[in-house]
Structure formats: structure tokens, C-alpha cells
């Protein structure tokens, strides 16, 4: 492997308390020879004390800025403002390649450091899967939320806790009224998130796929109350809710969780809202009558920080191991560079190029 030094940053957003990278994987790292740099956090689900333990290096949040030129910056979440150019190679899901609000910005802030950015989400085997993912956790906490949220049980602000917690809250109590779901993708990792998580609150969700979704039945669709869209869409297709839906009359939805969120992108599948709740407001009523309620929290699986973060740490662990110019990591170059070309961004800008 080639020598490397991780960095990995601390995150800005006050609600992640997730990691890419868990201190017992991290020590495997530091064993094969690897650099690795961890930032303080005050809010991360394993403190620095941990991965120092492990043979990590300490740094002060937010260092990243100033570390050496070739280390490669780790992250999961946006990057700060500033600074306005990003001279360091950066992996973390960087939302920008589906014409996102504000991705053409950071992308010419790379162009203008001449780094590059090493996107998770395009981190792909040969046959274009994803090699780590928090898909499953997210569609867990997509159901579960809905779940709660149908039977009157969410609470703002939304605050962390480990999956026992969550299972105690998610299950049936005397007096809970039955009702239908329906999981919109049901086969991948989010959708076999989301039907578990239906399972554990005694619920056994209608599952979707791509069968199903070819020709959609919009009837069926709103005669379920409540819908999970786990559905991470690469090319335009048909919406499955549009603005008319929400006003049909004989609508017996009441509860959409939209776990994939591409709000403000052409692909998304449910172009009913125009920005994402949070966890201090993590509903929004589309419809006062009948009642339409809606979910779309863009980092989920952050509400367990240390099962999803160990999930994802023990798969980006091997690709660490093999970080290289080829291979996935080429891939995402190689994708990064295309979406600035989308963009109008000159290719001769780019260190790497």
C-alpha cells in the first residue's frame, strides 16, 4: 500500500456524532504503517482518548486546514465554508454530483486548491455496488421514526441512543392502533433496513422494488398510511408523490419518511418539499387536512452513532487498507472529474487531473 496519513476531521454538524473510522479499526490502520491524525470532538461518539490508545495522533478540531499537503482528510458530512480552496484530497459524502444546491461552489473549491474529492457514495466495486454504506441504519431509523411519529410518540429534539432504547420505544404497547406501510425499495440496503424496522414495532410493511415501480399504482400507494421511499435514484424517473397526490381527496397517507433525501436534485422521486427537517423540528405537516406528515432527515443513522459508525468503519476499513490511484479509489477520481466537466470546470485546473 502506498504510504498513507488519514486525516480524520472533526465534523461541523452539531447533530453528527458518527465516524467513518472506530478506534479498533483505526489501530489495524496505524499496525500497517498507516499515519493517522484524529481531530478532538466534542460531540463524536468515540473521543480522541481512544483512538490516541490506539496509536493515533491527537490534533485540535478543525487542524485539517493546515495538515501536511498529501494527507488525505476524512470526514462523512458538509466541510465549513471555508476555506474557499480545498488543497488536500477529501473523503467524505460530498452531495454534489446530482446538481445539488451549492455543488457546483464546492466543487470549484477544490478546482481552485487543486484537490480532490473522493466521494463515499461513488466508492464502488467493479460492478458499481457501493462498498460502505450506512443505508442499512438509515432505512432502520427512517421506519422507526415514522413509526413513532404515526402513533404520536416523537419527541423533539430528537437526541441519540443505542439500538436497545430505540427497540423499547419502537414496540407495540396496549392501545396502539394497526396500520400499513409500504417500503419503496425494499431490496436494497435501506429498504431491508426499513421492513426490519417495521418488524420490530409489530408491523409487516408492503415491499416495493423495482417491479413494482415501473408501473406505479399511485392508488395503491396512497391507500397505505404510512411510506418509506429508501429508493436512491441514478437516472430521472416518473415521481412517486406529486403535489396532486397529496390533495387526493381519498389519500389515506399520513406519515412519509424520505430516508434517501435528494431534495433540490432532478432525481428525486418525491418532489412534494423543498428543504429537509431536523432534529430539533423533525416534522413538517404538507397537508393540514387530511393530515400529511413528513420526515427528511439527511444523516439518520447519526441517532446511533455507534452501531451505524462501526457498521461503516469495519467496511471502508479494507478499501483504507488498499488505498491506491486505482481500483474504487480511481473510480472516484474518475467521477469527481466528470462532475466538474458537468459543471463547466475546466479539467486542466485539478492537481490530479
Known amino acids: 500500500m502506498t504510504e498513507l496519513h488519514l486525516w480524520l476531521r472533526h465534523e461541523v454538524r452539531s447533530t453528527e456524532r458518527r465516524t467513518p473510522l472506530v478506534p479498533s479499526d483505526a489501530r489495524r490502520l496505524v499496525e500497517r504503517g498507516v499515519t493517522l491524525t484524529v481531530e478532538e470532538s466534542p460531540q463524536r461518539i ?3 482518548e481512544e483512538y490516541e490508545a490506539a496509536g493515533c495522533r491527537t490534533a485540535p478540531a478543525g487542524s485539517w486546514v493546515s495538515a501536511p499537503e498529501r494527507a488525505v482528510v476524512l470526514g462523512l458530512k458538509e466541510l465549513p465554508d471555508q476555506p474557499g480552496e480545498l488543497t488536500h484530497d477529501h473523503i467524505f459524502f460530498g452531495h454534489a454530483y446530482k ?3 451549492g455543488a457546483e461552489a464546492l466543487l470549484r473549491r477544490f478546482a481552485a486548491g487543486g484537490g480532490t ?12 455496488r457501493r462498498l460502505a454504506a450506512f443505508g442499512f441504519w438509515a432505512g432502520y431509523l427512517g421506519a422507526a421514526l415514522a413509526v413513532l411519529q404515526h ?15 430505540l427497540d423499547t420505544l419502537l414496540r407495540p404497547v396496549a392501545g396502539d392502533e394497526e396500520f400499513t406501510a409500504l417500503v419503496i425499495g425494499a431490496l436494497g440496503r435501506s429498504g431491508r433496513g426499513a421492513r426490519l424496522g417495521f418488524l420490530t414495532a409489530g408491523i409487516e410493511a408492503t415491499p416495493w422494488d423495482l417491479a413494482e415501480t415501473r408501473a406505479l399504482d399511485r392508488q395503491a400507494l396512497l391507500a397505505h398510511d404510512v411510506l418509506v421511499n429508501a429508493v436512491l435514484a441514478t437516472t ?4 412517486f ?7 387526493d381527496p381519498g389519500r389515506r397517507l399520513r406519515t412519509v419518511c424520505d430516508v434517501t433525501v435528494d431534495v433540490g436534485s432532478p432525481l428525486n422521486v418525491l418532489p412534494v418539499y423543498d428543504r429537509t427537517t431536523e432534529w430539533t423540528d423533525p416534522v413538517r405537516r ?13 444523516n439518520l443513522p447519526s441517532l446511533l452513532p455507534r452501531e451505524s459508525s462501526a457498521d461503516f468503519s469495519s467496511a471502508l476499513l479494507p478499501q483504507l487498507l488498499q488505498y491506491e ?3 474504487p479509489w480511481g473510480r472516484c477520481r474518475d467521477r469527481f472529474h466528470q462532475a466538474c466537466r458537468e459543471h463547466g470546470i475546466v479539467e486542466g485546473e485539478f492537481r490530479n487531473g
Open 117 to 128: 474529492l473522493l466521494d463515499l457514495e461513488y466508492l464502488v466495486d467493479d460492478d458499481g
Open 151 to 165: 402513533r404520536g410518540r416523537l419527541t423533539a429534539p430528537l437526541t441519540p441512543l443505542s439500538k436497545d432504547e
Open 236 to 239: 430521472p424517473v416518473p415521481p
Open 241 to 247: 408523490l406529486r403535489e396532486e397526490d397529496l390533495d
Open 46 to 48: 468515540f473521543p480522541a
Open 286 to 298: 404538507l397537508r393540514k387536512e387530511p393530515p400529511l406528515d413528513l420526515i427528511a432527515i439527511d
Open 99 to 101: 446538481r445539488q444546491p
Open 325 to 327: 490511484t486505482g481500483g
